[in-house]
Each structure stands twice: as C-alpha cells, then as structure tokens.
C-alpha cells in the first residue's frame, strides 16, 4: 500500500520558524528586563536606604563624652515610602557598643569602617531584609573612632517595584512580537504574491497556449520563469515533432498497407494460375517492408524518447561493436559479403546509451548490405577522432549517396534508392542517437568505392 507524502505550506513554515526565533528573542529580551527591573528596584530603594540612614546619622551627637542618638522625624518620614515593608536600626560607638535600636541585627562577615555606604544581604527573624551601613568618624576629645548604623528593611516594596517594571515590560515586548508576525505575515504573503500568480496563471492556462509566462522584474522569482519557460519550450517542441511523427509514421503504414491490400484484391480475382505465385510473391516484399517500417518507426520512437531520458553510462564500444557484427554476419551468411573490423583502440570506454547506440550501429550495418551489391564489403572501424572522441565508421562497396543529396538522406523516410525496399528511417535513427550523445552522423565517399557513414561520439577514452 502506497503512501503519498504529504506537502507543507511554505508560507506557514516561514511564518512559524520565525515565530521560534521570535520568541527565544523574547526570551532572552524578557531575561534583560528581568535583570534591569530588579536592578532599578535595588537602585530606587537602596537610595532610599541610603538616605535615610544618612538623617539617622546626623542625629548622632555627643552628649557628657558619650555618643547619643536623636533619632530625626525626617528619616522615619523616608521610610513611609514602603508602608508594607519592616524597618530595623542599630547604632553602634567606636568601641562598637550597641547604643539603641536592634541589638542582634545581623552583621556582614567582613567589613571595614569607610566613608562609603556597605549594601549586603540578609535574614532577620525569618525574612530576608536588605542593609546598609553608614560610617561616621568622630574626632571629638573625649570620643574618637567610627560610629556606625546600620539599617535594614524588608523586601516587599522592592518585589512590587520590580514585578510593576516587570510585567509593563513583558507587555511591551509582547505587544511588539504581535506586531512583528502581523507585519511578517503581511511581508510574506506579499512576497510569495509571484508564485501565487504563477500557479494561477498556470491553472487558467489552455492547453494549446504557447505563449511563454511574462517576465517578472523579482530577482528571486525571475529564475523560476525562464525554468518553467524552458521547460514549455522543451515540452512544445516534442509535442510538435511527435505530431508530425505521427503524422508521416500514419501516411507511410497507410500507403504501405493500401499497397498491399491491393495486391491481395488483384490475387484474390486472378484466374490464372501461373500468375498467382509472382503476386503472392509481390505481397511477400510488401508484407517484409511494412514489417521493416513497423519496426523503425517504433525504433525511431524509441531512440527519440530515449534521448530525452537516457542515463549515460561508460560501455565497451569495441565489444558491443564486435557483438554486432557477429550477429549482421550470422543473419546474412547466406549472402556473397566479406565482412571486416578494425579497431587500434581495445578496451575503448564511452559514456552513452547502450540500447540507442546498438541499434544506431544495426541500422547502418543494414543499410550497408541492402544497398550493396551482391558481392559486397562490409567494413566496421573503431579509431580515435582528430577533434577527440571516437568515431565508428562503416564502409561498404555499393553505388553511395551524392554529396548533395546526403543531407536530404538524413531526414525521415527520404528514399534515394527507389529499386530497393527500405523504410527511409535508418540514417534519421543514426542522426537522432548521434545528437542524443552530442555527436553527429557524416556521409563521406567510401575507400571502398560505395558510401562511409561516421558516426561521431565525444568524450572516448582508453
């Protein structure tokens, strides 16, 4: 049971492979607003830290050579600025005593007194809370050193800060890439618009309309055109030469047949007996002909087809040569003809098509014998070409082709010799194989006396 494979949409598959690149954008876009969002976060509230630790320390004084605190309204006001979040103090004298606030707030494992705030992190009573610590040199007499307050605050407003710049960030982006598929989808409906004109142009197309699709000025697409151009060009032209192949192939059966059946008309109302031999002998020759025409023009068919979906391959000229001449001397050993091969090339590789090849050869070994005389010679040859490649030659003894008649001898079902029974195919089937491999067919004057038929093929090798 067959399966047909199923297609795709390439519009659907541009659409969603960019939509996957979109979104890893997104990715990693929401990534960064992650990390900026909770950096603002740390950036608003920790000024906010800052500051008010800042007022805390400039409530600190001196009192009787003791340090004391007058904890200033201003910072308590900063810090209303997150109602919902827990606020922890602490200060400390140069001895670093506690003086008042939280006594066992968390300390940083290192740390040195400087004139720069310290930011660090840590929990207090089961919440995580963020600090900071302001140093304050004193240079009084009766007290000297680093006083420091610490400050700490919970983290909820930092969390709502950062999901807000968060969640209006991701809208944002989100908002965009809806936007970027919509303008994609837009784009590439608008850039695959050629192809689709082309398939509906196709799809309106009559099948006796030849004329070639329109250029279109899209680089891209432009290629597309001339293939399919080429290839209705292609298509036209074999559809022409098979027309007129049918018609020639129809006219030639048709007379062939109208011949013999007259022949039968005329033997079948014959009285005299001595006659009907030479008719039945007549309707024989005219049977063997049509049979002859039947087989080229099917052998014609068949190189003409076989040009356009051949497979070369390299083959042994020199056997399949030897082969054939052995199978021409085996169906004509009957007959007065010397046959001969010469090849100073063994083990000759071509690429070609063996079938058409073969019967390219047959077909002028044949026309060798059936043009010759009685006493024929048949010479078959296998040499290198003077432009490379290899030529096959053949030889024969028989009256020839007049040089200004061989190249109407080379058309379909053109018969110079009307004494002699013969479709007028075989040299067109020679042709047709010679210009399938990139080769061509020449008729030259014989050494021999009669015609010499080379057949050309390109790109031979020892």
């Known amino acids: 049971m067959s399966t047909t494979k199923r297609g795709y949409s390439l519009r659907r598959r541009l659409l969603s492979r960019t939509a996957l690149l979109l979104v890893a954008v997104l990715l990693l876009l929401s990534l960064g607003a992650w990390r900026y969002a909770r950096q603002a976060a740390d950036y608003s509230y920790d000024r906010l830290l800052n500051s008010a630790s800042l007022s805390i320390m400039e409530g600190l004084l001196v009192r009787n050579g003791r340090v004391d605190l007058d904890l200033p309204y201003a910072a308590l006001e900063m810090m209303q600025l997150a109602p919902d979040d827990k606020v922890f ?35 207090y009573r089961g ?21 420091q307050v610490t400050l700490g605050q919970t983290l909820n407003a930092r969390r709502e800060l950062m999901v807000d710049i968060l969640y209006k960030a991701l809208l944002a982006l989100l908002g965009l890439m809806l936007l970027a598929l919509a303008a994609l989808w837009f784009g590439i409906n608008r850039a695959l618009d050629p192809l689709s004109l082309i398939s509906r142009t196709l799809k309106q197309r009559s099948a006796g309309d030849t004329e070639p699709l329109a250029q279109t000025p899209i680089q891209e697409v432009s290629p597309l055109v001339d293939a399919i151009n080429s290839y209705h060009r292609r298509l036209l032209d074999n559809l022409e030469a098979m027309k007129t192949f049918i018609a020639d192939a129809s006219h030639q059966i048709r007379t062939a047949q109208s011949a013999t059946q007259a022949q039968l008309d005329i033997a079948s109302q014959t009285n005299d007996p001595a006659t009907l031999p030479q008719r039945l002998d007549t309707i024989r020759q005219q049977h063997l002909q049509l049979t002859r025409l039947t087989n080229q023009l099917l052998a014609h068919a068949m190189v003409v087809h076989r040009s356009d979906t051949q497979s070369l391959e390299p083959i042994d000229i020199d056997a399949l040569l030897k082969q054939l001449l052995t199978e021409c001397v085996r169906d004509h050993a009957h007959r007065d003809i010397d046959f001969a091969y010469h090849c100073d090339l063994p083990h000759c590789s071509l690429p070609a098509d063996r079938v058409s090849l073969r019967e390219a050869v047959r077909n002028l070994l044949d026309n060798a014998v059936r043009y010759g005389p009685d006493d024929n010679q048949i010479d078959l040859q296998l040499v290198a ?37 013969g479709s007028g195919l075989g040299l067109s089937i020679v042709q047709s194989v010679a210009e399938a491999h990139g080769g061509d067919l020449f008729l030259e004057n014989s050494p021999l006396g009669g015609l010499r038929a080379r057949l050309h093929l390109p790109g031979g090798s020892t």
């Open 127 to 147: 919440e995580p809370l963020r600090f900071v610590i302001q140093s304050k040199r004193l240079t009084e007499p009766a007290v000297s050193g680093w006083v």
């Open 89 to 123: 103090y602490q200060v400390r004298n140069p001895q670093g005593e506690w003086i008042t606030g939280y006594d066992d707030l968390p300390q940083p494992e290192t740390f040195e007194p400087s004139d720069k705030p310290f930011f660090y992190d840590a929990r």
């Open 385 to 421: 070409a003077a432009n490379g490649g290899l030529d096959i030659i053949v030889d024969d003894r028989g009256t020839g082709i007049a040089p200004h008649l061989r190249r109407q001898a080379l058309q379909r079902f053109s018969r110079l010799a009307t004494e002699a029974s």
